[in-house]
């Protein structure tokens, strides 16, 4: 439902010619829910992180174009192209 809201949302974003194409900005980021796990012991960790981490692609204004969510402990450039490819409005030629 969520994704088919987002679509919904982006095409009429598109229609009304706010998805600003120019550039697009993809990142990763890992936030833990407040209050979400248990406190880790305060040594310095070497593995795995806990929780979800959020890849995101918008355009230029920031606006969401597409979204993978994976573990905390995935590094982000293999999900570079997934993240590019997730976009579910794709700009159109004029």
Known sequence: MRQRLHQVLLERLRA???I???RAIVDGASVPAKNGSLPLARTRR???????KRHLA???RGT??????????CHDSPLMAPTLDAPVC????A
């Not at 070497?46 to 979800?52: D, E, L, S, V, W």
């Not at 969401?64 to 402990?73: D, E």
């Open 16 to 18: 009304a010619g706010e």
């Open 58 to 60: 918008t355009d230029a």
């Open 46 to 52: 070497t593995g795995a992180r806990r929780g979800p």
């Open 90 to 93: 794709a700009q159109r030629a």
């Open 20 to 22: 600003d194409w120019s």
């Open 64 to 73: 969401p174009l597409g979204l993978v969510l994976t573990g905390a402990n």
